[in-house]
């Protein structure tokens, strides 16, 4: 279970997170959802610790995440970056397999390679992906890279950072396809941003919508549409009308 | 307040000098506990090995070999003012070994690596590859900045030796084939001259200087600002600062070795 309380973070003047509350319990999935730039990529770096929150307490089964050993609690995660962040220097499948051929889950090349492939697969792509430099790829299918790379070495904690942004509707059903099979059957906690109301559909048991640096609604994806928060309601129907200001 | 002004300003800008020594100070702490505590990678060093040293011996044999024909020139004409032409072979060779060969290898090897090292980590940076990193379990200081250090440390006392040798030799060409020295007469001049000091504190200078390219590509490309314009200001300020740096510390290392 990952609890975060009043979370608050500012880059110099511009205050992101001001309180943010949030309850994850273990093997669901979560759907962060909110304006662009209000933070909802901060939020999942804060739990990593690669942003440094100003105040508030993030904690993981009960331990604060700031004072946990760090190499064994970042052992447990694995995170899809919002632009991909591939290791350009290295072909694809040393990308996916990166946890796979150093560290404690270090193993032989070829077995590590043979697992990349699979999880190459699993995301829509053909085995001579696997030899290619991420500078070779197109933007959806590094997105997948890093999608096989976040799943790769089957953590129990996965962040998706807009996972099908960038993808055509049929690789983004199988995206959110996988990343609900990844909820169910593997049992992992996922925390998914996106933008796709259907993607939410998809992979949400329950959904939590970021607005003006705290968390405005929360509940399960059954009462996301009979919800009366006028602010949830204009999201999800994409209007340009409501309290949401759209031009800013 | 107007006559203050300028008083501040120089008290902003030493504030700020500190306070970056500081960082580097602390930075270059924390470099060396990750070069000695595991885990390493051996791959990432050997890699930088080709990078850093292979990859900049054509850059720092062709500086040597000019500056060492010039230097044969210049010392000629200067050692012709009170008939002392004789004096070129050593002089050329302790000069090369002493101070040309490792302050120019290192400067070269500043331009071409600490540039390439800021360019390569900044951008890591800006696309999130250093946090994607952490994410994996594999800690930067370790895995980027560990191998790099070792390996520019180790490589620059070889490419000062190169540079040394192919400096003598250009001394040596210019030497017999334009100043009229008897070929055998100055290898024996050279030789007999040179001492094992001259050399070896040219290699130890090389060891710093090396240390200090690849401390300052790697500090400023780790600390690069955001997009393009941030990697393009880190790679300006890791030549620039590695540069001036190299030539500090050669005075200091010059101070320490050759005087009291
Ligand atoms: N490293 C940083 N330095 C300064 N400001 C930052 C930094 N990272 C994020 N911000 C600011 O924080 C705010 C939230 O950014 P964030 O990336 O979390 O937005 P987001 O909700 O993920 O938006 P999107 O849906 O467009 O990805 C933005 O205003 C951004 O400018
Ligand atoms: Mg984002």
Redo the contacts with the bound molecule.
């Keep these: 279970m990952i609890d975060i309380s009043a979370l608050h973070k500012s880059?110099?003047s511009?205050a992101?997170l001001r309180g943010v509350d949030l309850t994850i319990n273990s093997g669901t999935s979560t759907v962060i959802i909110?304006?662009?730039?209000?933070?909802?990529?901060?939020?999942l770096k804060c739990v990593l610790g690669l942003?440094k929150p100003d105040s508030g307490t993030i904690t993981l089964d009960g331990e604060d995440v700031a004072r946990a050993e760090r190499d064994a609690f970042l052992a447990k995660f694995g995170m899809l970056f919002?632009g991909g962040a591939l290791f350009d220097s290295m072909p694809v499948w040393q990308n996916v397999a990166f946890r796979l051929l150093r560290g404690s889950l270090k193993r032989p090349a070829s077995e590590a390679k043979d697992i990349a492939i699979e999880k190459l697969r699993r995301v829509g792509l053909t085995p001579d992906v696997a030899e290619k430099f991420p500078a070779e790829l197109s933007g959806g299918m590094q997105k997948r890279v890093g999608l096989a790379r976040a799943i790769a070495a089957e953590p129990q904690v996965i962040f998706f950072?807009?996972p099908t942004t960038g993808l055509d509707p049929i690789m983004s059903g199988v995206i959110n396809d996988l990343i609900r099979e990844i909820v169910t059957e593997m049992g992992a906690t996922t925390m998914t941003?996106t933008?796709d109301m259907s993607s939410v559909r998809t992979i949400a048991d329950r959904v939590a919508m970021?607005h003006a640096g705290k968390i405005r609604w929360e509940g399960p994806v059954s009462e996301m549409d009979s919800a009366d928060d006028p602010y949830l309601r204009q999201f999800i129907s994409g209007s340009a009308e409501g309290p949401i200001e759209a031009v800013r | 307040m107007i006559l203050l002004a300028p008083i501040a300003a120089l008290g902003r800008s030493t504030l700020a000098l500190m306070a970056s020594i500081g960082r580097v100070a602390i930075y270059c702490a924390h470099t060396l506990r990750h070069i000695f505590t595991p885990p390493w990678y051996p791959k990432e060093f050997l890699t930088q090995l080709l990078q850093i040293g292979w990859l900049s011996l054509p850059v720092v044999g062709l500086t040597a070999l000019f500056t060492g024909g010039a230097l044969a020139l210049q010392i000629y004409a200067g050692g012709s003012r009170f008939s002392a032409e004789a004096v070129v072979p050593s002089i050329v060779a302790i000069g090369m070994a002493r101070e040309l060969g490792p302050v120019l290898g290192g400067l070269m090897v500043a331009g071409r690596v600490a540039a390439a090292i800021a360019a390569e980590t900044g951008t890591m940076k800006v696309t999130e590859q250093i946090d994607a990193l952490v994410t994996l379990s594999t800690h930067p200081m370790k895995y980027l900045t560990a191998p790099r250090v070792v390996a520019a440390t180790l490589c620059l006392p070889v490419l000062v030796a190169v540079g040394d040798s192919i400096g003598i030799m250009g001394g040596y060409l210019v030497g017999t084939t334009r100043l009229g020295f008897n070929p055998s007469n100055y290898l024996h001049n050279t030789v007999d001259f040179l001492e094992f000091w001259d050399v070896a504190s040219g290699l130890v200078k090389g060891a710093v200087f090396g240390f200090i390219v690849a401390l300052m590509g790697c500090y400023h490309g780790m600390n690069s600002g955001?997009g393009a314009q941030g990697v393009g200001r880190a790679t300006t300020n890791a030549v620039v600062s590695a540069s001036i740096l190299i030539l500090a510390a050669n005075y200091l290392l010059t101070e320490l070795f050759f005087t009291a």
């Design positions: 880059f110099v511009n992101v909110g304006g662009s730039g209000t933070g909802k990529s901060v939020l942003v919002q950072d807009e941003i933008h970021l | 955001r």
